[in-house]
């Protein structure tokens, strides 16, 4: 499975952006997505936003909630993130992720990067203040 990651830029504090992961494979559809970034000063790459395979549930982390909302649409084969309100530490390069450990249909969500077996090769996101 291929995982392709656009519509990263360079905006404002307080802009918008959506981001899109469309995967290659028709598996997409029974999987767990997420977003994670990471950052040169740090190592390990932040949990953002999850989605189960059907849209329930979903997760965001505390530091992008109410700002950020995770959808998909799995006739496109596409998950989303739409980011608002966007602040200087939200700059970064976001990734999109599949768990497909535990199987399909699981509904399973995992915040540990360590559990996510597919990676795009990510977007970068620019928050200029």
């Known amino acids: 499975a291929q995982l392709v990651e656009s519509g990263g830029g360079l905006v404002l504090a307080g802009d918008s952006l959506r981001l899109s992961c469309t995967a290659s494979a028709d598996t997409f559809t029974s999987y767990t997505m997420a977003w994670f970034r990471q950052t040169p000063e740090k190592k390990e790459r932040e949990f953002v936003a999850a989605i189960s395979w059907n849209g329930v549930p979903r997760r965001v982390a505390d530091s992008v909630q109410d700002r950020f909302v995770i959808s998909r649409d799995n006739a496109k084969k596409t998950v989303y993130l739409q980011m608002d309100k966007l602040r200087p530490e939200d700059t970064a390069l976001y990734f999109c992720?599949?768990?497909?450990?535990?199987?399909?249909?699981?509904?399973?969500?995992?915040?540990?990067?360590?559990?996510?077996?597919?990676w795009g090769q990510g977007t970068r996101v620019t928050v200029s203040s």
């Open positions: 992720a599949q768990d497909t450990r535990l199987g399909p249909r699981t509904g399973i969500i995992s915040r540990s990067a360590n559990d996510y077996t597919t």
